[in-house]
T-cell receptor
Framework: NAGVTQTPKFRILKIGQSMTLQCTQD?????MYWYRQDPGMGLKLIYY???????DKGEVPNGYNVSRSTTEDFPLRLELAAPSQTSVYFC??????????????FGPGTRLLVL | GENVEQHPSTLSVQEGDSAVIKCTYS??????FPWYKQELGKGPQLIID?????GEKKDQRIAVTLNKTAKHFSLHITETQPEDSAVYFC??????????????FGKGTRLSVIA
């Protein structure tokens, strides 16, 4: 298994541009997550999904959109890039049976710079 | 919502010494407490977790302790080695884990093991 893959690895955007960060997992996990990591600030949850067709906001959803049309893919969309969105973005997935939380597996991250 | 405080933010130890990282959480209903290790340029990876029905869990040189009364949990690394140098994150769920409860992460501890 490749686990969680993310593309691109690095991207520079101009203010106001749009882009989609791709995330794919091959572990048949039902839950997927998007986090952003700013220096010294840990991981902040942007959006998450408990299954295909179901998404929910996390702690910092403003300026982002997501969709989950398949179990494997969970793209993150930035419509109008702003300098405040400069960060490292991590996608993660987990299998969460009824007994509760399980291990989250993280991708390698996408480094985004908005100028 | 859940608040997770992590201390210290940086920690330097001599090789062979022990390292302890502490986290406190605010929601007494939380019942799952994972620790993640993030090496430079990579995504976080789970190293150990503990559930509220136990007070301590060990895995070779790594141990986690949980004090539900005081609402804090700690990561203990014994006989530290240079490869333990990384950023460590604690996390706790938003309340009782029931299916789709997201995690809240601490801000991280940068551990440096000096050879």
């Amino acid at each position: 298994n490749a686990g969680v893959t993310q593309t691109p690895k690095f991207r520079i955007l101009k203010i106001g541009q749009s882009m989609t960060l791709q995330c794919t997992q091959d572990m048949n996990h039902n839950y997927m997550y998007w986090y952003r990591q700013d220096p010294g600030m840990g991981l902040k949850l942007i959006y998450y999904s408990v299954g295909a067709g179901i998404t929910d906001k996390g702690e910092v959803p403003n300026g982002y959109n997501v969709s989950r049309s398949t179990t494997e893919d969970f793209p993150l969309r930035l419509e109008l890039a702003a300098p405040s969105q400069t960060s490292v973005y991590f996608c993660a997935s987990s299998y969460s049976p009824s007994r509760g939380q399980e291990t989250q597996y993280f991708g390698p991250g996408t480094r985004l710079l908005v100028l | 919502g859940e608040n997770v405080e992590q201390h210290p933010s940086t920690l330097s130890v001599q090789e062979g010494d022990s390292a302890v990282i502490k986290c406190t959480y605010s929601d007494s209903a939380s019942n799952y407490f994972p620790w993640y290790k993030q090496e430079l340029g990579k995504g976080p990876q789970l190293i150990i977790d503990i559930r509220s029905n136990v007070g301590e869990k060990k895995d070779q040189r790594i141990a986690v302790t949980l004090n539900k009364t005081a609402k804090h949990f700690s990561l203990h690394i014994t006989e530290t080695q240079p490869e333990d140098s990384a950023v460590y994150f604690c996390a706790a769920p938003l309340g009782w884990v029931w299916g789709n409860t997201p995690l809240v992460f601490g801000k991280g501890t940068r551990l440096s093991v000096i050879a």
